[in-house]
């Protein structure tokens, strides 16, 4: 199965959030990430919401019968610009801490935090490359990570 | 000029008025209190139940024998949390509800507070939306967005949670604006394209069914309906929701189908070539498993709701509008066209001869519920109200009783409830104080709510129940008769039951007790001359017997079980 991803706009208003996962999770379906913020437009917000499902079509209409739920798209892979962020906490020391700075450098993530015996990145892009650096920290040891919020926007809508 | 100051509650009691609310039904508590101050001063006439699940009821009752809203009220917590099954089974048949609810102050929330619930939480899934009111200035706009949006497009329940202290911040009148609903655009007219679509496909159709539901009743498109399937010849089949959409009698009339549905109406579907399903969900109870449903026949679906549309069967063409409009839009369209329908009526009319829904009453033997039913009916000249409760009677009923017109047969169809009927029964005994309202109800769910009787006889609600008493939770000993063995736990009523009649009397109402044929007519007729107080019938019927025709749970509707003796073949 495929990843789908959904653009909700929605009213700014309490319980909206828990509207829309719980009309998700009602109907038996997973929520790979979801991710809420304002838009450009006062008192409207926007979700972005990814899953992994056949029935989206379904989920879609379910969505929409929420009367805070303006509109929804349904992204296009091909044209959608997608985002996700990561802080990633790593151990370092004298041996490795060249090694893990050239890494992250490579792997265009940011430096935002060093100290003695860890130091912490910041990296936004697809979550494939959240994915690899990922992979290339694992072996220094990851102390901590949070990922979230993927964010997608299509192209030319 | 200075505003007049008035509290939330008194806004509340405002805006009812403002939206033409006559009756109220609810059961009062700490948190609500300041509302029911105002109230008392009020033209709405407000109807103390015994239990907000049967004030829910009632609510509901009302709404669906009148088409209009129903309005409930309870208290915080557990007054609240009483209304989630009538909030249920309102969202599941698309009954118009408004509940309002009292809420612990807007600084305790959050805190446990003393009967604190998180009633918005808690009824998020078994309504259409829901409110917290954070400013009593609020008050006049979400109550007309509530019943806005509980009345318009596919119907259903509402809950406004108003805490304590709103109910009494001090606030001036706030005309409601011109509603702003962003997210909320019911599409009521039908697209023309899928219309013309439908109407082709009905013209070259050799067997096609009108398979209608709720939404024929919701959308009060009865008469709409009848046009289409007369001038064309289109037979029907009502679901249980959509029972006196068409009338039972009527020759293009092939009544309910499904799980214990009749023979022809079920076979009419498996032989159709083409389904025209307007307000209908292609419910289980209907479909049994949906794989083997109308396997020859294409799908026009029309619904007012999208999400209905695909969800359980694919629809050839998929119309999105309210009924009456896509009634009439397919009349037009089909006008001038004359279907070629006979030889597939003349089939459903021998089919009908063939395999008639039947019971057998012997002289002395014990009542059987459909026998009782048809006497009841020859009795009654008027178009009584018919309100059930879930059971074999439930099912019963539907086979056996005529229904003729609209919003004249009330159940708890798609969340079954039981306990339903003796307060629905109330509701619409309120809304027409001198129609015949009958609750046929069975013995299991009249002990669920049996206390409202004491608010109908307090209320002066002449209702007529009928308690069919076999003893049983009749349905779930049918069930472990075929699925398990003959085991019957847990399904027996008879080591403790109530003294019918007396409870009755107890409760303000006149008892009466029929246990054998000679005594039905004279009983019914003692019955339906009493119209200043409620009545209750103790009707002993038998206790050890089925429904049929049945097509168990994910069975095929091409094996209908007849009777006992098909039983075997399982
Ligand atoms: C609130 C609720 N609890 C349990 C059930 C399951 N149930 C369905 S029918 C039934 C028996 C109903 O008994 P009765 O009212 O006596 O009707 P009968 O089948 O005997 O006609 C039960 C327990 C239900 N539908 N609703
Ligand atoms: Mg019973």
Redesign the interface.
């Known amino acids: 199965m495929s990843e789908r991803i959904l653009s909700v706009l929605?009213?700014d208003k309490?319980?909206v959030l828990?509207?829309v996962s719980?009309t998700i999770s009602?109907r038996g379906f997973n929520i790979n990430s979801l991710s809420v913020g304002p838009t450009h437009i006062e008192g409207r917000s926007k979700m972005t919401i990814v899953t992994e499902l056949d029935a989206v079509?379904?989920v879609k209409?379910?969505l929409?019968?929420?009367?805070?739920?303006?509109?929804i798209v349904e992204l296009d892979p091909e044209m959608t610009i997608e985002t996700e962020v990561l802080l990633l906490k790593v151990s370092i020391n004298k041996d490795t801490q060249t090694s893990v700075i050239e890494k992250a450098n490579l792997s265009s993530a940011k430096s935002v935090d060093v100290g003695q015996d860890y130091a912490i990145f910041e990296m936004t892009g697809s979550s494939k490359e959240l994915n690899k650096f990922e992979k290339l920290m694992k072996p220094f040891g990851i102390i901590e990570m949070v990922r979230g919020g993927r964010i997608a926007i299509q192209s030319n809508l | 000029m200075t505003k007049e100051l008035i509290t939330g509650a008194e806004l509340i009691v405002r805006s009812l008025e403002h939206l033409n609310v006559s009756t109220v039904f609810g059961v009062p508590g700490g948190a609500i209190l300041p509302a029911y101050d105002p109230l008392y001063d009020s033209p709405i006439r407000h109807i103390l139940a015994r239990h907000e699940q049967g004030a829910g009821h009632m609510a509901e009752g009302y709404a669906q024998a009148t088409g209009e809203l129903g309005v409930v009220i309870a208290t915080s917590g557990p007054g609240a949390t009483n209304l989630i099954t009538p909030l249920a089974n309102a969202l599941m048949d698309s009954t118009p509800l408004l509940a309002i609810t009292g809420q612990v102050a807007s600084t305790a929330i959050g805190n446990d507070a003393f009967q604190e619930a998180y009633t918005v939480g808690l009824s998020m899934a078994a309504t259409k939306h829901n409110y917290l009111i954070t400013d009593a200035s609020e008050i006049p706009q979400v109550l007309k967005e509530a019943k806005y949006i509980a009345t318009s497009g596919r119907p259903g329940p509402v809950l406004v949670d108003v805490p304590k202290d709103i109910l009494n911040q001090k606030t001036g009148w706030v005309e409601p604006k011109d509603l702003d609903l962003p997210g909320y655009k019911p599409t009521l007219e039908p697209n023309p394209k899928m219309i013309q679509q439908a109407a082709n496909l009905i013209k070259s159709s050799k067997k096609p069914i009108l398979y209608v539901g709720g939404g024929i009743i919701h959308s009060n498109s009865h008469k709409e309906l009848y046009d289409l399937a007369t001038t064309y010849n289109i037979p029907v089949v009502t679901t249980l929701m959509g029972r006196g959409a068409f009338p039972d009698g009527h020759e293009l009339c092939l009544e309910m189908p499904g799980m214990h549905g009749n023979y022809t109406a079920t076979t009419s579907i498996q032989d159709s070539d083409l389904l025209i399903a307007i307000g209908v969900r292609f419910d289980d109870r209907v479909t049994a498993n949906p794989d083997f449903f109308a396997q020859n026949a294409k799908v026009i679906h029309a619904d007012i709701d999208p999400a209905e549309i695909g969800k359980v069967r694919e629809a050839q063409v998929p119309i999105v509008g309210d009924a009456k409009n896509v009634l009439i839009g397919l009349t037009e369209a089909l006008k001038g066209s004359e279907l070629d329908t006979a030889s597939w009526i003349n089939d459903l009319r021998e089919m009908k001869k063939n395999f008639p829904l039947n019971y057998d009453q012997k002289d002395d033997g014990p009542l059987k519920v459909p026998y009782v039913l048809e006497q009841l009916q020859n009795l009654t000249e008027e178009e009584a109200v018919v309100v059930s409760g879930v059971g074999q009677h439930q099912m019963w009923i539907s086979q056996h009783w005529n229904f003729t017109e609209p919003n004249t047969w009330l159940n708890s169809g798609g969340l079954g409830t039981m306990g339903y009927s003796l307060p629905a029964a109330i509701g619409a005994q309120t809304a027409f104080p001198d129609k015949l309202v009958l609750a046929l109800d069975g013995d299991g769910c009249f002990q669920m709510t049996c206390q409202e009787l004491i608010t109908a006889s307090t209320e002066n609600i002449p209702i007529k129940v009928v308690v069919f008493n076999n003893g049983n939770h009749g349905m779930v000993r049918q069930w472990q008769k075929i699925f398990y063995n003959s085991k019957f736990s847990a399904s027996e009523l008879t080591h403790h039951t109530p003294d019918y009649v007396k409870l009755a009397e107890s409760m303000g109402a006149v008892g009466l007790r029929m246990t054998k044929k000679d005594d039905v007519k004279k009983i019914f007729t003692e019955m339906l001359n009493i119209n200043d107080k409620p009545v209750l019938i103790d009707c002993v019927v038998d206790p050890d017997d089925m429904v049929f025709p049945m097509v168990p749970a994910g069975g095929s509707n091409d094996q209908i079980i007849m009777n006992k003796e098909d039983l075997k073949q399982l």
């Open positions: 929605v009213e309490p319980g828990a509207r719980s009602r079509e379904q209409k379910q929409n019968k929420l009367v805070n739920v303006i509109k």
